[in-house]
């Protein structure tokens, strides 16, 4: 670090024990002390709001902002009272005069500043978070060809760190922030409200939380895991069979391995085997795992927290499709491992990925599958083993499950969230949307078994989600005469499709995306990213999966080689309608029943 000494006046002009202000010829601010024989030199901006830290009260070596209380030690530039700390310079007197030195140790400065974003996130403070990313971001260090711009580096934190302390493993924090990160990327949403609602879902999360598990799945020598000398690369089933016996410890050890030598690659070739046996917590081991993989490649330094995390939430999550209910799921999963898949011997791995060998349907043969997968779930998962048996790719049975899904949530009677006896809501529906994305995602890059056995899960989940139906499709609404012909523009005679959402008029919204043509619709979808992620809810929860819908239905939509209305009417039925965030009447009359009979609430299946 080059030094940059400048003249700050004659020591006789520093009263003792109280704080004056000094400038550089440049305008830059500084809040000075003599105390102890010592000039102490503080920016003079409060690090809160910008304040002149000289215009406050010294006691004690605590230097005390006059307009909202905040105090710093003057010998260190801590924060007491308040929040981050406040940028302080090296001085000396030399010859009666008071030098201070103005260059900053970037390297110090970094590992402040990431000091103060972490702490901020353990506060659950995203607005002292995101000054100290911005700071961050102005050291000029970050890469703007990243698409995140003087950001990337706060955003790398907080994957890093809400992966870090996440107690149960990947979450919806984490995920909210893939999401919200590609936004950015696209000039979607703007990158520092992005931040914001990202660092608060991770904040209040892992509020005050330390590490997970206090460095759990950390191997040292000093550490049983230390043990784990003899981890064999070439055999990732062992990932799978410490998830399966719930040895979250040695699962995650194991991970941190793997991802050190293989990278993001060899993660998702341990976790893929596992994540196709059953549908984990109603699809989120799927739809993490996916937001995961994309996390790890976006912030490579950040790709070990973020897929031991993964790892964790594996190692806790419910198989779901282990239960009596997925009876239909279970047998059919038995069928397929009976059946010769194409690319895959008996015996053997395939040296391709499913996507390589992906058949796609007709329109006439994909409206008949669907039809099936929206009938139930043993029609469902029969339709989709008989379907791969003669032939038909993964990922084109996928897509249409997707889109079956998004048909689903379209149909959702919104009676259930009314029930006072019954634990279901739209949010339960939306999973098999996501679920179905995450398992193209992964199916690109899966063995074709794999890629069947998403398969399978995904339209058994879909078709057992067919008591969420309302008795009868609803009626297109019609607040607004259409236009003659399709149009590229989310607009109608009462204004544009988020004015729509805004207003939260679903009839006009569904009005407006019906009179869309194909690349209207598409542009719909950025339209609404800033609602979904800013507007759309209250409690981060729902935020996360406001804004996990729209991306899964958008890609679902961009990758459909028959794009229809189905994927953009599947949001706006989920996303414009205003929903209660906290049930508190349902809340207590379930609790009431439970402790009445002993049974469950009512629930889809």
Same mark, same amino acid.
């Given at each position: 670090?080059?030094?940059?000494?400048?003249?700050?006046?004659?020591?006789?002009?520093?009263?003792?024990?109280?704080?004056?202000?000094?400038?550089?010829?440049?305008?830059?601010?500084?809040?000075?002390?003599?105390?102890?024989?010592?000039?102490?030199?503080?920016?003079?901006?409060?690090?809160?709001?910008?304040?002149?830290?000289?215009?406050? *009260?010294?006691?004690?070596?605590?230097?005390?902002?006059?307009?909202?209380?905040?105090?710093?030690?003057? *010998?260190?530039?801590?924060?007491?009272?308040?929040?981050?700390?406040?940028?302080?310079?090296?001085?000396?007197?030399?010859?009666? =005069?008071?030098?201070?030195?103005?260059?900053?140790?970037?390297?110090?400065?970094?590992?402040?500043?990431?000091?103060?974003?972490?702490?901020?996130?353990?506060?659950?403070?995203?607005?002292?978070?995101?000054?100290?990313?911005?700071?961050?971001?102005?050291?000029?260090?970050?890469?703007?060809?990243?698409?995140?711009?003087?950001?990337?580096?706060?955003?790398?934190?907080?994957?890093?760190?809400?992966?870090?302390?996440?107690?149960?493993?990947?979450?919806?924090?984490?995920?909210?922030?893939?999401?919200?990160?590609?936004?950015?990327?696209?000039?979607?949403?703007?990158?520092?409200?992005?931040?914001?609602? *990202?660092?608060?879902?991770?904040?209040?999360?892992?509020?005050?939380?330390?590490?997970?598990?206090?460095?759990?799945?950390?191997?040292?020598?000093?550490?049983?895991?230390?043990?784990? *000398?003899?981890?064999?690369?070439?055999?990732?089933?062992?990932?799978?069979?410490?998830?399966?016996?719930?040895?979250?410890?040695?699962?995650?050890?194991?991970?941190?391995?793997?991802?050190?030598?293989?990278?993001?690659?060899?993660?998702?070739?341990?976790?893929?085997?596992?994540?196709?046996?059953?549908?984990?917590?109603?699809?989120?081991?799927?739809?993490?795992?996916?937001?995961?993989?994309?996390?790890?490649?976006?912030?490579?330094?950040?790709?070990?927290?973020?897929?031991?995390?993964?790892?964790?939430?594996?190692?806790?999550?419910?198989?779901?499709?282990?239960?009596?209910?997925?009876?239909?799921?279970?047998?059919?999963?038995?069928?397929?491992?009976?059946?010769?898949?194409?690319?895959?011997?008996?015996?053997?791995?395939?040296?391709?990925?499913?996507?390589?060998?992906?058949?796609?349907?007709?329109?006439?043969?994909?409206?008949?599958?669907?039809?099936?997968?929206?009938?139930?779930?043993?029609?469902?998962?029969?339709?989709?083993? =008989?379907?791969?048996?003669?032939?038909?790719?993964?990922?084109?049975?996928?897509?249409?499950?997707?889109?079956?899904?998004?048909?689903?949530?379209?149909?959702?009677?919104?009676?259930?969230?009314?029930?006072?006896?019954?634990?279901?809501?739209?949010?339960?529906?939306?999973?098999?949307?996501?679920?179905?994305?995450?398992?193209?995602?992964?199916?690109?890059?899966?063995?074709?078994?794999?890629?069947?056995?998403?398969?399978?899960?995904?339209?058994?989940?879909?078709?057992?989600?067919?008591?969420?139906?309302?008795?009868?499709?609803?009626?297109?609404?019609?607040?607004?005469?259409?236009?003659?012909?399709?149009?590229?523009?989310?607009?109608?005679?009462?204004?544009?499709?988020?004015?729509?959402?805004?207003?939260?008029?679903?009839?006009?919204?569904?009005?407006?995306? =019906?009179?869309?043509?194909?690349?209207?619709?598409?542009?719909?979808?950025?339209?609404?990213?800033?609602?979904?992620?800013?507007?759309?809810?209250?409690?981060?929860?729902?935020?996360?999966?406001?804004?996990?819908?729209?991306?899964?239905?958008?890609?679902?939509?961009?990758?459909?080689?028959?794009?229809?209305?189905?994927?953009?009417?599947?949001?706006?039925?989920?996303?414009?309608?205003? =929903?209660?965030?906290?049930?508190?009447?349902?809340?207590?009359?379930?609790?009431?029943?439970?402790?009445?009979?002993?049974?469950?609430?009512?629930?889809?299946?």
């Amino acid at each position: 670090m080059k030094s940059d000494w400048i003249d700050l006046g004659p020591l006789s002009e520093f009263p003792a024990e109280e704080p004056v202000l000094r400038k550089d010829g440049a305008g830059r601010r500084f809040a000075c002390v003599l105390r102890g024989g010592e000039v102490h030199a503080l920016d003079d901006r409060c690090p809160h709001q910008g304040y002149p830290l000289s215009e406050g *009260a010294l006691r004690g070596g605590v230097l005390t902002c006059a307009w909202h209380n905040w105090k710093f030690e003057i *010998a260190s530039g801590a924060c007491t009272f308040g929040g981050e700390p406040v940028r302080r310079y090296a001085t000396r007197i030399d010859g009666g =005069r008071v030098l201070l030195n103005r260059a900053v140790d970037t390297g110090a400065e970094v590992r402040r500043l990431v000091a103060g974003l972490r702490e901020a996130v353990l506060r659950d403070d995203p607005a002292r978070a995101l000054r100290e990313g911005l700071r961050l971001g102005a050291l000029g260090l970050h890469r703007m060809e990243t698409g995140l711009g003087s950001l990337h580096l706060a955003f790398e934190v907080l994957a890093k760190d809400g992966a870090e302390r996440a107690e149960y493993g990947f979450d919806h924090g984490l995920a909210l922030l893939s999401d919200l990160c590609a936004w950015v990327e696209r000039g979607w949403v703007p990158a520092e409200e992005a931040f914001v609602v *990202a660092a608060h879902a991770i904040g209040e999360a892992s509020a005050r939380l330390g590490p997970r598990g206090k460095g759990a799945g950390k191997a040292t020598a000093s550490s049983p895991l230390a043990r784990i *000398a003899d981890f064999e690369l070439d055999e990732p089933a062992k990932v799978s069979e410490a998830l399966a016996a719930e040895r979250r410890d040695e699962a995650e050890a194991r991970m941190r391995e793997l991802v050190e030598v293989r990278g993001a690659a060899g993660a998702r070739r341990a976790l893929l085997p596992f994540v196709a046996q059953h549908l984990h917590d109603y699809g989120h081991g799927a739809i993490f795992l996916a937001k995961a993989l994309e996390l790890a490649e976006r912030f490579s330094s950040a790709a070990d927290e973020v897929l031991a995390a993964s790892t964790v939430q594996l190692a806790w999550a419910t198989a779901d499709t282990s239960l009596p209910p997925f009876t239909a799921t279970r047998a059919a999963l038995a069928r397929l491992a009976e059946l010769p898949l194409p690319g895959l011997e008996a015996d053997a791995e395939p040296a391709r990925p499913a996507a390589a060998s992906a058949a796609p349907l007709d329109p006439a043969e994909r409206a008949a599958f669907e039809a099936e997968v929206l009938a139930g779930e043993r029609q469902a998962v029969e339709a989709t083993v =008989r379907w791969l048996a003669r032939g038909a790719g993964p990922l084109a049975l996928l897509g249409a499950i997707g889109h079956a899904a998004a048909v689903r949530v379209a149909r959702f009677d919104s009676a259930w969230e009314q029930r006072l006896d019954a634990e279901v809501g739209v949010l339960d529906v939306t999973h098999a949307v996501t679920f179905a994305e995450a398992a193209a995602a992964l199916g690109r890059e899966a063995l074709p078994r794999e890629a069947a056995q998403l398969a399978v899960l995904a339209a058994g989940f879909v078709g057992k989600l067919r008591n969420a139906d309302a008795a009868a499709p609803p009626a297109p609404p019609a607040p607004h005469a259409p236009p003659s012909s399709p149009s590229s523009i989310a607009r109608a005679p009462g204004g544009t499709l988020r004015e729509a959402a805004e207003a939260r008029d679903v009839g006009a919204a569904l009005a407006i995306a =019906r009179a869309l043509d194909a690349g209207g619709r598409r542009r719909a979808f950025a339209e609404l990213a800033p609602f979904a992620a800013f507007d759309a809810a209250v409690r981060p929860i729902f935020t996360a999966h406001a804004v996990k819908m729209l991306e899964a239905l958008q890609r679902l939509d961009s990758s459909d080689p028959q794009p229809d209305g189905a994927y953009l009417e599947a949001l706006l039925t989920y996303l414009v309608p205003v =929903r209660r965030e906290l049930h508190v009447r349902r809340i207590a009359a379930v609790a009431r029943k439970f402790m009445a009979d002993g049974r469950p609430p009512e629930g889809l299946y």
